[in-house]
């Protein structure tokens, strides 16, 4: 998991418990759907004409590989809001942030 990216818990101060519950579970179920996917994807198709000895062939190539690391900055973005979330329902009292923790707390 990459670390969390800051995110100011002003962004969330017109929300109330309940939408901040709300953004919570939306944030942790795509951090969890993100967890869980395949780390390998494809990248490209690659469709071509090659020739040989024998006469000349088409061909198809896939690329595989990690991709890019926009998932992994993504994931850092969620991270951080989620962090600014907690912060914020613990400003305001809410009920759903009683046992949850920072990502930078242990």
Not at 33 to 55: A, K, P, Y
Request: with cysteine; proline share 3%.
């Amino acid at each position: 998991m990459p670390s969390a990216q800051y995110v100011s818990p002003n962004k969330y101060q017109n929300f109330n418990c309940q939408q901040l519950s709300n953004e919570y579970n939306r944030q942790t179920q795509y951090l969890n759907s993100s967890h869980t996917s395949s780390g390998i994807r494809t990248t490209g198709v690659g469709i071509g004409i090659t020739g040989g000895r024998h006469g000349i062939y088409p061909t198809i190539s896939f690329g595989v590989g990690a991709g890019n690391s926009s998932n992994r900055n993504n994931l850092s973005i969620v991270l951080g809001e989620r962090d600014a979330v907690i912060q914020s329902g613990r400003l305001k009292q809410c009920d759903f942030t009683a046992n949850l923790k920072l990502s930078t707390e242990k």
